[in-house]
């Protein structure tokens, strides 16, 4: 049964628009999430995260929206730009937890038209 | 520069022989970790270390073997490999606390 959830397997968004990756979690325990950015031929790179105790975090294009009751968050990119085009995993962890273990979504393709 | 590195990049095998994947981190983490990524199921777990000589099992241990004999290197072993370990494998570390991972390259594995 897989915590972490993310429901699009890809997104098409024409350049300059707003891209939003979703994410649902089913674990009350989450605490902390995370996005990362993973291009071909390469590991996943951090992008941005959000804790629990907040429900906005915003990094230049990036903003990350988090809705504890509905256990879904969003990842907005505004504007989209080519490089964007990418896989974006979200990932999620209990802060509690002693193993320190992300739990990982299955990601989504990402692809930006000119 | 900081970086998590791994060896190597791409490994064809064959059912049964040995294999072992390094990786390595300079940036002191005491956490690393090791996932394998399948097509659907995003990055599972292999197997985690958060210090020298302490490792410990994910989700999905079996058919691997680890070993963290100093801070920087946590290898990962395939005594016999099977077709069902063909994926894509990385390695990440971190400080302990801090959920940010920073994560290798990757290794493509084929066990035919």
């Known amino acids: 049964d897989q915590q972490v959830k993310q429901n699009s397997p890809s997104l098409s968004v024409q350049e300059g628009r707003i891209s939003i990756l979703n994410c649902d979690y089913t674990?009350?325990?989450?605490?902390?999430f995370l996005w990362y950015k993973k291009y071909p031929a390469e590991g996943p790179t951090f992008l941005i995260s959000i804790s629990s105790i907040k429900d906005k975090n915003e990094d230049g294009r990036f903003t990350v929206f988090l809705n504890k009751s509905a256990k879904h968050l969003s990842l907005h990119i505004v504007p989209s730009q080519p490089g964007d085009s990418a896989v974006y995993f979200c990932?999620?962890?209990?802060?509690?937890?002693?193993?320190?273990?992300?739990?990982w979504g299955a990601g989504t393709k990402l692809i930006i038209k000119p | 520069e900081a970086q998590v590195t791994q060896n190597p990049r791409y490994l064809i095998t064959v059912t049964g022989k040995k294999l072992t994947v390094t990786c390595s981190q300079n940036?002191?983490?005491?956490?690393m970790s090791w996932y394998r990524q399948d097509p659907g199921l995003g990055l599972r777990q292999i197997y985690y270390?958060?210090?020298?000589?302490?490792?410990d099992k994910g989700d999905v241990p079996e058919g691997y073997k680890v070993s963290r004999k100093e801070k920087r290197n946590f290898p990962l072993i395939l005594e016999s490999p099977s077709p069902n370990q063909t994926s894509l494998y990385f390695c990440?570390?971190?400080?302990?606390?801090?959920?940010?991972?920073?994560f290798g390259p990757g290794t493509r594995l084929l066990v035919l």
């Open positions: 990440a570390s971190s400080f302990i606390g801090e959920e940010t991972q920073y």
């Open positions: 990932a999620a962890s209990a802060r509690g937890a002693s193993n320190y273990q992300l739990i």
């Open positions: 940036m002191n983490h005491e956490y």
């Open positions: 674990n009350s325990m989450f605490d902390y």
């Open positions: 270390s958060m210090n020298v000589e302490v490792t």
